[in-house]
């Protein structure tokens, strides 16, 4: 696999390993009740496959992803060259709650760079309260988005996440996620997210003895309550 070439995202953004509160920056107030406890909700971008072509020329883009919670960027990850495979391994740190979990979600969009401006390759939404009553504390899981633009499918987007009581210290990459991002990149599946749990003791050796996956996430960007999580019983 050759050597990708990354360079800073141009319009800003943060820096993607820093904590982003849900309560402007004032941090989050501790709860006594245990069903609100404070939590951090570590996700690392791994990167992208089959994305959508930005420059008819050269049949390829220059990637970078924005993540949003609730409208305002809380990432932006670097840019990878001349690739619509890119693999970005950039890690960030979200503060949340027990109880916040159940209504967050992430908006992940893929934007190409380019001289004047960039360009819109698709955008993926990840509702994370789909998996607040099966994630555990310190274990990584494994997400796949479908990426669409106006319908229309582009590639896709992975990355793994991990929540904590306390927040994980790492400078760019959070490495526990790495060995589980790099077994099942990229996986051709049918359903637009699939978490996977994942012991320490599995860090390598992975493909023989993935777990059953937990739970699927529809592709509906509504926020309703009635959406249908129906569980996915195929193995890798």
Known sequence: ??????????????????????????????????????????????????????????????????????GEIVCTSKVIKNTLNPIWNESFTLETSQKRLKKES?????MDEDVMTNDFLGDAKWKVQHYSNTVELNNTYYVQLVVKDKGVNFGVIYFAFSLHATAPQYKGTFEDHLPLLTSLRPQNISSPSIPLRISSSLSHGLAASLPTVLSTQDEDDSDSEGDDDSTHKTKF
């Open 106 to 110: 992430l908006l992940f969009s893929i």
């Open 1 to 70: 696999e050759k050597e990708q070439k990354a360079t800073t995202a141009s319009g800003g953004g943060f820096r993607c390993n820093v904590i982003s509160t849900s309560s402007g920056g004032r941090g989050v107030k501790q709860s006594s009740h245990e069903e609100d406890s404070q939590l951090f909700l570590v996700v690392t971008m791994g990167g992208g496959h089959n994305l959508k072509i930005g420059d008819t020329l050269t049949r390829s883009s220059d990637p970078f992803v924005i993540v949003k919670r609730k």
